[in-house]
């Protein structure tokens, strides 16, 4: 078993959708839980983080951590065409695990 | 790309010839991380480093080495290298735990 699972998809929704995207862990002793997201032939780039538990918002995007049931996800609302990406989880410190990641499309 | 090349961006080689990957940053990031991406599989951690001439092995680590000489470049080098290393190569740099930024990758076919 990985140590973080991540439903690959793809997954196609209309633009002003709202996105949920999610990961499922399996090690508790690692407190940071991190989303990438990375768009065809680029390098991830650090979407948001969260530590420990809870929920996180910056703008349209909230992430959200639930360590009872060790899953985390990541919230996108008024979908743009622009946010058409690869999106991964990944948890750990210096030494990061990643989900395989989620091809998201957003039809205009 | 936050200050971070690498270089060559894409490369075709035969099998069993050694090649080496260069990462190099304007940061001046205390860590440094060489990452294999494979579809499927996702990112996985080849090795890093926690400063100038400490280097640590991470997940899929077997076939490659690593080298940091100068705070600014990590080197990756394929000793001998198989069809199974075809992949694309990504950099990452951090300061902090949870903040790692990538570089552009490095498409590397071996024939």
């Known amino acids: 078993q990985k140590e973080v699972e991540q439903d690959p998809g793809p997954l196609s929704v209309p633009e002003g959708a709202i996105v949920s995207l999610n990961c499922t862990y399996s090690n508790s002793a690692f407190q940071y839980f991190m989303w990438y997201r990375q768009y065809s032939r680029k390098g991830p780039e650090l979407l948001m983080y969260t530590y420990s538990s809870g929920n996180k918002e910056d703008g349209r995007f909230t992430a959200q951590v639930d360590k009872s049931s060790k899953y985390i996800s990541l919230f996108i609302r008024d979908s743009q065409p622009s946010d058409s990406a690869t999106y991964l989880c990944?948890?750990?410190?210096?030494?990061?695990?990643f989900g395989q990641g989620t091809r998201l499309t957003i039809n205009p | 790309d936050a200050g971070i090349t690498q270089s060559p961006r894409h490369k075709v080689t035969e099998t069993g010839t050694p090649v080496t990957l260069r990462c190099h940053q304007t940061?001046?990031?205390?860590?440094m991380y060489w990452y294999r991406q494979d579809p499927g599989h996702g990112l996985r951690l080849i090795h890093y480093?926690?400063?100038?001439?400490?280097?640590d092995k991470g997940e899929v680590s077997d076939g490659y080495s690593v080298s940091r000489s100068k705070t600014e470049d990590f080197l990756l080098t394929l000793e001998s290298a198989t069809s199974s290393q075809t992949s694309v190569y990504f950099c990452?740099?951090?300061?902090?735990?949870?903040?790692?930024?990538f570089g552009p990758g490095t498409r590397l076919t071996v024939t």
């Open positions: 990452a740099i951090s300061e902090k735990d949870y903040e790692q930024y």
């Open positions: 480093s926690y400063g100038v001439k400490d280097t």
């Open positions: 940061e001046n990031h205390r860590y």
């Open positions: 990944a948890q750990g410190a210096q030494k990061l695990v």
